[in-house]
């Protein structure tokens, strides 16, 4: 089955820092997903990748997919606090539908 | 509504008594996933639905979980005989197959402590 390992577990950044969230997956990435949830708040859906190289952003957010590396990274340009919470990747494998997800890393910006 | 919507939002059970969870997906979203939650761990895979095809079950820990999807709509995923195990957040998602991939969206999840 496929495994997702996210580093670093938990990260905290003054505000205005920038950072880097990592995914690396044990097999091929097909579609490589990033949310962030906050308490109480379920997962909200950031972006998703399915291409090798792609990079999309949103906002002050961007995320990267290295297909050769089976890795995706997360970053935030000039961090709020706004921003934190935690950030979990989802990958889709093969012909299983569902997503495996990394444990998730927690991000706390300090003001 | 617009987004995926879960009831109840939290809900505190006996030990040995049966629990339904609902989950009602975007509109027109054909695919349906429940995943559980519990406590600083990661998401668990559950069950999947897809259209009418037999759903993957893969991910129910036990025999006392189950779940159906009615209509191609709304699901519900039961527990029975609750063991303080199940305790988690129970999170359902559902996506439609688009041209540009296949997002998932997921509710806000039902939060499950059993006593």
């Known amino acids: 089955s496929q495994e997702l390992e996210q580093s670093p577990q938990s990260l905290i950044v003054q505000e205005g820092k920038n950072l880097t969230i990592n995914c690396t997956s044990s097999?091929?990435?097909?579609?490589l997903y990033w949310y962030k949830q906050k308490y109480g708040e379920g997962l909200i859906f950031l972006m998703m990748?399915?291409?090798?190289?792609e990079e999309k952003s949103h906002e002050k957010i961007t995320a990267k997919l290295d297909e050769k590396k089976q890795q995706s990274s997360l970053h935030i340009t000039a961090s709020q606090p706004s921003h934190a919470g935690i950030y979990l990747c989802?990958?889709?494998?093969?012909?299983?539908?569902?997503?495996?997800f990394g444990s998730g890393t927690q991000l706390t910006v300090l003001p | 509504g617009a987004g995926v919507s879960q009831s109840p939002s939290n809900k505190v059970t006996e030990k040995g008594k049966d629990v339904e969870l609902r989950c009602d997906p975007i509109?027109?979203?054909?695919?349906l996933y429940w995943y559980r939650q519990s406590l600083g761990q990661g998401l668990e895979f559950l069950i999947y639905?897809?259209?009418?095809?037999?759903?993957?079950k893969s991910g129910l820990p036990s025999d006392r979980f189950s779940a159906e999807r009615t209509g191609g709509s709304v699901s519900t995923l039961t527990i029975q005989r609750t063991q303080q195990e199940d305790s988690a957040v129970y999170l359902c998602?559902?996506?439609?197959?688009?041209?540009?991939?296949?997002?998932?969206?997921f509710g806000e999840g039902s939060w499950l402590t059993v006593v």
């Open positions: 097999k091929t990435l097909y579609g």
């Open positions: 989802g990958a889709e494998g093969g012909s299983a539908r569902q997503l495996t």
């Open positions: 998602a559902s996506s439609s197959r688009t041209g540009s991939g296949n997002t998932i969206y």
């Open positions: 990748l399915q291409k090798g190289g």
């Open positions: 639905f897809q259209g009418n095809s037999a759903p993957d």
């Open positions: 509109s027109g979203h054909t695919a």
